[in-house]
Nanobody, 126 residues
Framework: QVQLVESGGGLVQAGGSLRLSCTASGRSLSSLSDYNLGWFRQSPGREREFVALMDWSGRTSIYVDSVKGRFTIARDNAQNTFYLEMNSLKFEDTAVYYC????????????????WGQGTQVTVSS
């Protein structure tokens, strides 16, 4: 099993910034570098949607169009932690944000991920 613990959500004004963190632990975790990483978000009444991913090597990052140029995914394998840096936040970024990891290949599809964080609320005031 791998446990993921998120932190860093909160209330911010439009145009502001937040950094979400996701720290991995567990008996099944040899190294975070074995996993592909993902960030997803979910708003009330909507399905969980893909936000960003990074492959196990750190060489490939992919973003949903709506956050390109504003959000950055990063990883620190030594700390078993990965991040989502969010800048120029907009009201429509308001959601519960989830981190997730999976082995194998990268994916934008939530059901493909094996392990999930508990979610952290991000609220952007307009």
């Amino acid at each position: 099993q791998v446990q993921l613990v998120e932190s860093g959500g909160g209330l911010v004004q439009a145009g502001g910034s937040l950094r979400l963190s996701c720290t991995a632990s567990g008996r099944s975790l040899s190294s975070l570098s074995d996993y592909n990483l993902g960030w997803f978000r979910q708003s009330p009444g909507r399905e969980r949607e893909f936000v960003a991913l990074m492959d196990w090597s750190g060489r490939t990052s992919i973003y949903v169009d709506s956050v390109k140029g504003r959000f950055t995914i990063a990883r620190d394998n030594a700390q078993n932690t990965f991040y989502l840096e969010m800048n120029s936040l907009k009201f429509e970024d308001t959601a519960v944000y989830y981190c997730a990891v999976r082995g194998g290949t990268t994916s934008r599809n939530p059901p493909d991920y094996n392990y999930w964080g508990q979610g952290t609320q991000v609220t952007v005031s307009s």
